[in-house]
Structure formats: C-alpha cells, structure tokens
C-alpha cells in the first residue's frame, strides 16, 4: 500500500514529532527529579535509621549501666539492712543487765569497746598483733605498761553503769577473816 504525504500532513507529523520529543524530554527531566528527590529521601531515612539505631545502642548501654547500679545499691541496701538489724541487736543486748563487754586499752587509752573478747583479739589482730599471741591476767602495773590491754566490763543495772568483771579479792582487815 502507498500513501501520499502532503507538505502540510509531513509539516503537521514534524510538528507533532517534535511536541512529543519536547514532552518526552519534559516528563525525562521530571522522572529525573522525581528519581533524585526518591534518593535524597531514602539517603534521609538511611541517616534517621542509623541515627535512631545507634541512640537506641546508647540508650541500651545506658539502660544496662543503670541496671547494674540498682542491682549494686540494692545489694549495699540489703546489707545496710542486715547490718542495721545487727546493731540493733547488739544495742538491744548491750542494754541488758549483767552482759558482759570487753574495753580494748592501747598503751593505757580507751581504744574500742568490743562485745566479746573474741572481738578484741580479732581487732587487735587488725592492728599487728598475731593471733597466736598470748595474752596473759593483767598484774598490778598500770595499764599504760602494756601495748595492749583488755579489761572486762558487766553492765549493772541498778547501778545505771558498768562495773569490772573481775572484782580485785579485798584484803582482810586488821586480821579478819
């Protein structure tokens, strides 16, 4: 088949060629820009991802340091508590008539005040003093004498105070038996 194209159908066709070459240049430059503001975008939400990823890494780290302090302070807590109830304890035994505590002397001068003798060898132990050390009656020297002294106290409760544990044997008078 044959067809003839007239000037003016060749001139409308070109016409029409180059609107269609315009448009399609339009809608290129379009989908251009569409595909460049789709990157930038996806580069945006990329960045907020790695960004929300790692405070949520730091967030954790945080998280995790602030649970191993709780466990810490609630752990210094409980035994702040099992200490406290040991205290009151022995606060409660010390007010008790006719129990016994121990006076540390060193070099003649109130050092602690201890429970139980067992207590005072052990402080003493603290300070140098081996536990195989023998400790022997006090004699009549004065407590300055010794490097280290014990001396035995019974709470007296009629008397509203201590009295020693050992009382010295009275003398007899004048003969008396």
């Known amino acids: 088949m044959i067809r003839l194209v007239t000037g003016a159908r060749l001139h409308q066709l070109e016409t029409d060629a180059a609107?269609?070459?315009?448009?399609?240049?339009?809608?290129?430059?379009?989908?251009?820009?569409?595909?460049?503001?789709?990157?930038?975008?996806?580069?945006?939400?990329?960045a907020r991802a790695e960004h929300a990823e790692t405070a949520t890494r730091e967030v954790g780290e945080l998280l995790s340091a602030a649970l191993a302090e709780l466990a810490d302070a609630q752990q210094e807590l409980l035994l702040n508590g099992i200490a406290l109830r040991r205290l009151r304890e022995e606060l409660a035994g010390a007010r008790e008539s006719g129990r016994e505590l121990t006076l540390l002397?060193?070099?003649?001068?109130?050092h602690t005040i201890c429970p139980s003798r067992e207590d005072a060898f052990a402080d003493t132990a603290t300070h140098g003093v081996p536990n195989t050390a023998r400790w022997v009656p006090c004699d009549e020297r004065p407590a300055a004498a010794f490097t280290w002294r014990l001396e035995a106290f019974i709470r007296e409760g009629?008397?509203?105070?201590f009295r020693p544990a050992v009382m010295p044997v009275p003398e007899p008078v004048g003969g008396a038996a």
């Open 19 to 46: 609107t269609a070459r315009e448009q399609a240049r339009q809608a290129s430059a379009a989908a251009a820009e569409e595909f460049r503001s789709h990157v930038r975008e996806l580069f945006a939400a990329t």
């Open 105 to 110: 002397l060193h070099h003649g001068q109130p």
């Open 158 to 161: 009629s008397a509203c105070g």
